[in-house]
């Protein structure tokens, strides 16, 4: 497992990244690297500190010491989350963000709006070139939802999708930025089992067929030991134990950490 990855550079480094909020060091000195076509999980008790790490990763919050590191380039400290997805991120929330009233088809496009070279002004005269764009970023957004058997639905509004369906719908519109490293929130919260197994296999899907790196934040335990080949565990902000979906399975101090027992 080691030697997998042996001379390729991660394409998402972070290097002894932490944040204090007051008091509170909700982010305690964390490094990961994550490479091409590598699935990395990021697990932890309610609390420990992971959607902080990836509003760190996306310019949510600056971090009071430590660097992140793109495909070889450090993340400037202070970033706007838009900035952010320009050099390659993309991410989905803990909770769904999607435009409710909008279609599926419109969800996707929105995602290209930072790409969108007519301005406001060209919109407004809906000129030529105007509509031109509009057709090319939408037969993108349709090529996209194909991808992810999501297209049947292109028209339909996002909040009449099934909820399965719109999570994954979420991480088709992150994966319309292009990016070079996804970030996903516990994806699978609220999903039935076979819900939770479509969404592995679009995980699998994209981790097969765009050597993106992915790093996912997950509860359901049978879904981030099937998928990832290494994993990192938070505890309080701080990192208490690292390796494969094995090593962390039966290591005493994240056994612990989840049951929140003493011996
Ligand atoms: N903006 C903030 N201000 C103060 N405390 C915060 C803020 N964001 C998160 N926290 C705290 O940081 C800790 C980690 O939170 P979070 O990253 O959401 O945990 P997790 O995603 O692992 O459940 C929690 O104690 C939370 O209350
Ligand atoms: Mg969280």
Known sequence: MENKYQGLEPLLR????SINFGGLKAVDNVSLKVYPGEIVGLIGPNGAGKTTVFNLLTGVYEPSEGSITIDGKEMPKKIKPHEVVKLGLARTFQNIRLFKQLTVLENVMVAFNQEMKTNIFQSALRTRKFYKEEEYYKNKALEILSIFDLAIYASEQAQNLPYGKQRKLEIARAMATNPK????????AGMNPTETHELMEMI????????????????????????????????????????SPEE????????????????
Not at 181 to 188: F, I, K, R, T, W
Not at 248 to 262: D, F, K, P, T
């Open 14 to 17: 972070v290097d002894n990244l």
């Open 181 to 188: 490293v996804l970030l996903l929130d516990e994806p699978a």
């Open 204 to 243: 699998e899907y994209i981790r097969k067929n765009y050597k993106i790196a992915i790093l996912l934040i997950e509860h359901d335990m049978s879904l981030v030991m099937n998928i990832c080949e290494y994993i990192t565990v938070l505890e309080y902000g701080a990192p208490i134990a690292a390796g």
């Open 248 to 263: 962390i399975a039966n290591n005493q101090r994240v056994i612990q950490a989840y049951l929140g027992s003493e011996d």
